[in-house]
């Protein structure tokens, strides 16, 4: 097996059952694993809720770590389109030809940096370098900011100990509440600022509604983006005729970033909270259980994909929803989108081969479950072209 696979745990189980069990934190998640059902669940959202307690659509379950609603994450309609339409052409700006040139100098010089190195560690001095440099363009606020972000490390909410860290979690929250306080005191042209400003349905949005957006902004794109970026490299130094095709053929670059995010699936599961009693894949749910969309699952569907557990770096049709479906789907995408066909060209651009020395997997255990999601190290050398 290659070292860059990241193998289906849920093929059995899809096709036996359409259903998987996770007890996470004695509030039970009924995983749904088939395609069909996945976007049928998701288009749902009276009878499957997003707008529940604060933390409970995720899984893990944040109720513990987190009180403020993330918005427009946890809204349904028809508040939720309310919020998103205000949101969403800030989270646009990516598909702008100044956003992108920004982000094409930024990802340059990172390989320019770690391209002179006869190995390096692709998380820590690449991904998450990569990651948070980029999410000062996604805010609009100075680039030295990154720094303090690269010193939080990959993700917001979980530490190397445990996968819920409150302590982690106040780092952000008061961070985020002195960046408010911040913009209302001198106001810019940064995302605090616009939000602080802006109105929804003749109301000024309030300062937890702006935190809200805010803890989306930092939790939803952080391991997900560096998950994205590090499988890339370490698919790519297995497949060197990849940046090959890159490099003859720059235009399949958009399909390669949809079929890695399909293989990827850098986000495993999203839940929703059942709001009266009904039937998923033929299994009675009560009221108020919860029930996950599994992502990961749902993109090796054999049933619509061809050839699910590999990378067809060209693939036509691609109904993925590694981006979620129906309302939810990702306010960030078009920032995931533009930072890995970005990386891609650049990539095809400067290096000639990856090679991979050693990498320890990242395995998010889902009990029934064990997903390899990246790698906890993984170290590699850039080989420039000449
Ligand atoms: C939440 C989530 C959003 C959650 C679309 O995903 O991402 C997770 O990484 C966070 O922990 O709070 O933002």
């Known amino acids: 097996m290659e070292k860059s696979a990241l193998p289906d745990p849920f093929e059995n189980a899809r096709l036996k059952k359409g259903l998987g069990d996770l007890n996470d934190q004695n509030d039970p998640v009924k995983m749904i694993l088939r395609h069909k059902d996945v976007r ?71 390989v320019d940096e770690v391209v002179q190195k006869d190995s ?20 609009n606020i100075p680039y030295e900011e990154a720094e303090t972000w690269i010193s939080w490390g990959t993700h917001v909410f979980r530490s190397e100990d445990t996968a819920l860290d409150a302590d982690k979690a106040n780092i952000l ?15 810019g042209e940064d995302l ?45 130094s297995e497949h060197p005729e990849s940046l090959e095709r890159f490099r003859k053929e720059p235009e399949i670059i958009g399909k390669a970033v949809e079929e890695m995010i399909r293989y990827f699936s850098p986000l495993t599961q999203m839940g929703r909270v059942v709001t009266e009693d009904t039937q998923v894949c033929e299994h009675a749910m009560k009221a108020d259980s919860r029930v996950s969309l599994c992502w990961a699952s749902a993109n ?6 061809e050839k699910p557990n590999e990378i067809i770096i060209d693939r036509k049709m691609n109904p993925h929803v590694g981006f979620g479906f129906s309302h939810h789907n990702c306010l960030g995408a078009s920032h995931a989108r533009q ?13 000639d081969r990856i090679e991979l020395f050693e990498c320890k997997e990242n395995i998010e255990d889902l009990a029934e479950f064990q997903r390899k999601v990246g790698y906890d190290y993984i170290h590699v050398k850039f080989n420039p072209i000449q």
């Open 40 to 110: 049928k669940t998701a288009h749902n959202y009276k009878t499957f809720q997003s707008e529940a307690k604060p933390g409970r659509i995720v899984v893990p379950s944040e109720v513990n770590i987190r009180e403020t609603r993330q918005i427009p994450f946890e809204l349904d309609p028809p508040v939720h389109g309310a919020y998103r339409a205000l949101i969403e052409p800030w989270f646009k700006r990516p598909l702008q030809p100044e956003y992108t040139e920004k982000l094409s100098a930024q990802i340059s010089a990172l």
């Open 120 to 139: 390096f560690e692709v998380i820590e001095e690449f991904a998450l370098v990569l990651q948070s440099r980029a999410l000062t363009l996604l805010l």
């Open 173 to 187: 929250y008061d961070y985020i509440d002195g960046q408010i306080e911040v913009a209302m005191e001198n106001p």
């Open 192 to 236: 605090y600022s616009v939000l602080l400003a802006s109105e929804v349905a003749g109301k000024r949005l309030t300062k937890e509604e702006v935190k809200g957006v805010m803890v989306l902004t930092f939790a939803g794109g952080r391991d997900t983006i560096i998950n994205a970026v590090t499988n890339a490299i370490a698919y790519l």
């Open 300 to 305: 090796r569907d054999a049933s619509v994909f």
């Open 339 to 351: 930072i890995m066909k970005v990386l891609l060209a650049t990539l095809a651009e400067k290096v």
